[in-house]
């Protein structure tokens, strides 16, 4: 069993704060894929990464690929309260892997 | 628009009973999946289905059946409910024909057995 760990499980700032959430894990892979998950919602894919050392931006969010492919952070600039939720990582070992295994989440709240 | 339907967004069960949860797609995805959702724990894989009467195990299948007669639809049974099955149950759907096989969910059941 592969163990996953984001850091850190909850986090709580003021708007316009910047912040940086992890995923990590002993294991290679050979993608991730991070989701955002709304209160009362089911999760929303975000973004997919697979080559090591990738960066893809979506607005204020930059999302980054270890060179390792090990691990992978997600940095939000000029954190807004849109941006509140729980943000789950998704790696897969395995290319083609149908199946998802997901971290336990990193709980961010957004004060205005 | 694409979604993931779910039967109830709260259910409300006594121990012993025996409960069905349902989720449709509306996307012809081939994929369906019941996980279920605690504090602290993520999301866990409870079952897989990759095809109509096809499913494997995930990581937590005891206490659980499933059932996919049809392609669009996929149940989640709790034969005999108990209180630690007490969870959100989220169901989501992929295709293996569209990388990278995002997964799209249902808003989810939030089951409380008592």
């Known amino acids: 069993t592969q163990l996953l760990e984001q850091s850190p499980q909850f986090l709580s700032i003021q708007e316009g704060e910047n912040l940086t959430v992890y995923c990590n894990s002993s294991s290679v892979f050979s993608s991730l894929q991070w989701y955002r998950q709304e209160p009362g919602e089911g999760p929303v894919l975000l973004v997919t990464v697979v080559t090591g050392g990738e960066v893809k931006k979506l607005k204020r969010l930059t999302f980054q690929f270890g060179d390792a492919r090990k691990d992978s952070s997600l940095h939000i600039t000029a954190a807004q309260p849109g941006d509140t939720g729980l943000y789950l990582c998704a790696p897969r070992r395995i290319q083609g892997a149908q199946k998802l295994v997901f971290g336990q989440g990193t709980r961010l709240t957004i004060n205005p | 628009d694409v979604k993931v339907t779910q039967s109830s967004r709260y259910l409300v069960k006594r121990t012993g009973e025996k409960v069905f949860l349902e989720c449709v797609q509306d996307?012809?995805?081939?994929?369906m999946f019941w996980y279920r959702q605690d504090p602290g724990l993520g999301l866990r894989l409870i079952y897989f289905?990759?095809?109509?009467?096809?499913?494997e195990k995930g990581d937590i299948p005891e206490g659980y059946s499933v059932s996919r007669e049809k392609k669009e639809r996929f149940s989640l049974i709790l034969e005999s409910a108990s209180t630690n099955q007490t969870s959100m149950y989220l169901c989501?759907?992929?295709?293996?024909?569209?990388?990278?096989?995002?997964?799209?969910f249902g808003p989810g059941t939030r089951l409380t057995v008592t």
């Open positions: 996307m012809d995805h081939e994929n």
């Open positions: 289905s990759y095809d109509v009467k096809m499913k």
């Open positions: 989501a759907s992929s295709s293996p024909a569209r990388p990278p096989y995002e997964q799209y």
